[in-house]
């Protein structure tokens, strides 16, 4: 009978574990500018930038060069981490007339490759 208080500690810390995790997201993505999101979502989508890192495996930023919610347009530096490197870019998004944000231009800054 040592297995009922084991699984009774088990599924307590495996809820608490989830709603940390679900917290924590919400957290963070709350305070992600809509314009930064756009960006993310048109880099995972793009094939050819991701070639150049290799096997996709995440984006990073520096909170500081996240924008304001109020810059239309706005610009976004990101970087595509990846199996062979990291590809350091600069976005520009813009709101369009259904006020939607749209990534209209991505400069490739620099590409890191792993040795």
Do not use: H
């Amino acid at each position: 009978m040592q297995t009922k208080p084991f699984l009774r500690y088990a599924v307590i810390f495996i809820l608490i574990s989830l709603l940390a995790y679900v917290a924590t997201d919400y957290i963070i993505d709350s305070d992600t500018p809509d314009s930064f999101k756009a960006v993310v979502d048109s880099l995972e989508n793009n094939s050819l930038l991701k070639s150049k890192v290799g096997d996709y495996e995440s984006f990073s930023y520096n909170d500081k060069d996240l924008p304001s919610e109020s810059d239309n347009p706005a610009i976004v530096k990101i970087a595509l981490n990846g199996s062979s490197g990291s590809l350091y870019l600069t976005c520009d998004v813009i709101k369009n007339d259904r006020d939607e944000w749209q990534m209209v231009n991505a400069v490739e800054d620099s590409l890191v490759l792993k040795k």
